[in-house]
């Protein structure tokens, strides 16, 4: 029997404020990338193997989605182990993606060797990342620093 495949990715309802661009005093914003009780959700997209069907969720519909989950064998995602899974729990959605795209890439790339807690212990963070030179530290942190939490070491 084929196991039953989720790929999901949402997005969050409020902004997130930075110290580089004013706030805009006719849009919500959160405390920050860390504040996943304060983003909310505007849309959660999903596609399931065993119907072959995509389908668009929102904060209304959450209870919708956690009967997809509680289907799903396998959960997949693109950051959503770092971002995603942590943003749909502070929304009362239980979620535990089991495949990161994200990971992978980090992983097939090869410029990046990192132990992750998140391999050993699905849904935890932190996770840590080891750049290898000639790589820039500021060019990944840039990147990076916002949504998870990193120790880095050259």
Known sequence: MRKKLLIYDCEIAKCIPTQYEP??????YCEGWKDFEGMGISV????????DTTQIFNYLTLDKFQSLIDQSDE????????FDDQLMKACGVNVTTTYDLLQEIWVSADF????????IFPG????FLTIKPPYLLTS????????TYIVVCI
């Open 23 to 28: 706030v805009e005093p006719a849009l919500e």
């Open 44 to 51: 959660i997209g999903c596609w399931t193997s065993w119907d």
């Open 75 to 82: 959960i997949v995602g693109f950051n959503s182990i770092s």
């Open 112 to 119: 990046l060797t990192y132990f992750m807690s998140t391999r």
């Open 124 to 127: 935890t963070a932190p996770f």
């Open 140 to 147: 990944f942190t840039n990147v990076f620093v916002d949504y």
